[in-house]
């Protein structure tokens, strides 16, 4: 029987899943198991868990439909045996170390959590995340002594459950198809259930932040984060009921959340976000929900200052952005953010279509039908077959062939959104700075 349980969900994650399994492979902690679910993936993942299945009997790997990240969970703490369970997601990675620290510390002191630090990771960079910052490390701890220990509901991974504790409550994760942040309700429910909770200082996981597939540009997952609070005060009303303190820090770690998504999302999203934000800020504050002591200072000030003027704390909050029209977008406007989006492109000389499949020929198609100019498609790398000029008229160049255009011409990114990250760093290496890119909106449009 293996002590530790990890649970690895995976999707559409074929550039980044090695470096997450070779974490675990070489896991100084060898008691572990590792149960992979593979929600419906459509790239080379599921290729990529056989072959580590097929070298190390201690992976285990579950093929299933895409049914969404909460069911592929629950699915995987269903057939964990392990006396703990470790979350993994599949683009980030470990520490060698990482399970070998928690199991220490987690059978030293019986605790039903144990948590430690991490790392940020960009572009092959580490910045450490003080994310435990005050709390009170290498001491035992739990909810009623330390009542903002709901702050922590953003990071369910660099931490240990003991999974008879996870059985004895009934926590499971919220199972909404197509849905995000379902880790949020998650760790709220382990948080206000556990008794005992341990805080070690090291830092265990490398968290990725710069994967391209991330749901911040996403208009249909937009408002996943309230729906994932929602669904978490009906599982704990109960608690509310005999403890109004946790209710009030519950509260707290909400609006901390909200802002967090607010600062993070795409900014054509923002300002219907801060709508519903505000609703619910003034909702809670007639139910008497809002608590002052219980808020960070800077969340407290945020709110305070989109109470006495919302419009005012967009303008200084929002990204920046070149057309004022994206400044007032709302997620069920999606015409107003097309029609930015395509007269911004009209505004520059040349345009590069960067991707000359079936998505970048269309968007060729409706930039041309708008009066706009198309100067090439551009590829990474030529073929000995690529005659030049083989796409709808048009010259097919290799970016570097093309930097001489890049400080006056825009680029838009016509490829799978996995891959337009780094395709965004290469051409910025090239000297170019006016970079657009795809997303779920222009593609309903063209």
């Given at each position: 029987m293996p002590e530790i349980s990890v649970l690895i969900p995976v999707c559409n994650v074929e550039n980044y899943l090695a470096q997450c399994l070779d974490s675990v492979v070489n896991q100084t902690f060898e008691g572990w198991e590792a149960i992979c679910v593979n929600d419906g993936s459509t790239d080379e993942s599921g290729r990529i868990l056989e072959r580590y299945a097929g070298r190390d009997a201690r992976i285990r790997v579950i093929h299933k439909?895409?049914?969404?990240?909460?069911?592929?969970?629950?699915?995987?703490?269903?057939?964990?045996e392990g006396c703990y369970v470790a979350i993994l997601e599949s683009d980030d990675f470990a520490e060698p170390d990482m399970l070998e620290k928690l199991y220490r510390a987690a059978t030293e002191t019986d605790a039903d959590i144990v948590k430690g630090n991490y790392y940020n990771y960009r572009e092959g960079e580490d910045r450490f995340?003080?994310?435990?910052?005050?709390?009170?490390?290498?001491?035992?701890?739990?909810?009623?002594d330390c009542p903002n220990i709901l702050n922590l509901a953003d990071?369910?991974?660099?931490?240990?459950?003991?999974?008879?504790?996870?059985?004895?409550?009934?926590?499971?994760?919220?199972?909404?198809?197509?849905?995000?942040y379902?880790?949020?309700?998650?760790?709220?429910?382990?948080?206000?259930?556990?008794?005992?909770?341990?805080?070690?200082?090291d830092p265990l996981l490398h968290y990725r932040r710069d994967n391209p597939g991330s749901s911040m540009n996403n208009p249909q997952k937009l408002f996943c984060v309230f729906e994932e609070y929602e669904w978490a005060e009906e599982k704990l009303e109960g608690i509310w009921n005999c403890d109004s303190t946790q209710q009030r820090y519950f509260t707290a770690s909400k609006y901390r959340d909200y802002l967090n998504h607010y600062y993070r999302v795409g900014l054509q999203y923002q300002y219907a976000l801060l709508l519903r934000l505000e609703q619910s800020f003034r909702e809670d504050k007639k139910r008497g929900r809002v608590y002052e002591p219980a808020f960070l200072p800077e969340v407290w000030d945020a709110l305070c200052g989109l109470e006495d003027d919302r419009n005012g704390f967009f303008r200084r909050t929002a990204k920046a952005v070149?057309?004022?029209?994206?400044?007032?977008?709302?997620?069920?406007?999606?015409?107003?953010?097309?029609?930015?989006?395509?007269?911004?492109?009209?505004?520059?000389p040349q345009v590069l279509i960067y991707?000359?499949?079936?998505?970048?020929?269309?968007?060729?198609?409706?930039?041309?039908?708008?009066?706009?100019?198309?100067?090439?498609?551009?590829?990474?790398?030529?073929?000995?077959?690529?005659?030049?000029?083989?796409?709808m008229g048009l010259p097919v160049m290799e970016v570097q062939a093309a930097a001489g255009l890049a400080e006056d011409c825009a680029v838009v990114l016509a490829v799978t959104e996995w891959s337009q990250h780094e395709l965004y760093v290469n051409l910025e290496t090239y000297g170019f700075r006016h970079i657009f890119r795809v997303d779920a909106v222009i593609r309903k449009k063209i």
């Open positions: 439909e895409n049914t969404g990240y909460g069911n592929s969970m629950n699915v995987a703490l269903d057939r964990a995340s003080d994310r435990l910052g005050d709390y009170r490390k290498n001491h035992l701890l739990n909810r009623h990071t369910i991974w660099s931490c240990l459950y003991k999974r008879s504790f996870l059985t004895a409550h009934k926590i499971r994760f919220h199972e909404t198809p197509g849905a995000s379902q880790d949020i309700s998650f760790a709220l429910q382990g948080w206000i259930r556990a008794e005992r909770v341990y805080f070690i200082e070149p057309d004022p029209r994206l400044d007032v977008c709302r997620l069920e406007n999606e015409k107003v953010y097309a029609e930015a989006f395509f007269s911004e492109l009209k505004g520059y991707g000359a499949g079936r998505v970048g020929q269309r968007l060729a198609k409706e930039i041309l039908g708008r009066g706009g100019n198309i100067h090439a498609f551009l590829v990474s790398r030529l073929s000995d077959s690529d005659t030049g000029e083989n796409c």
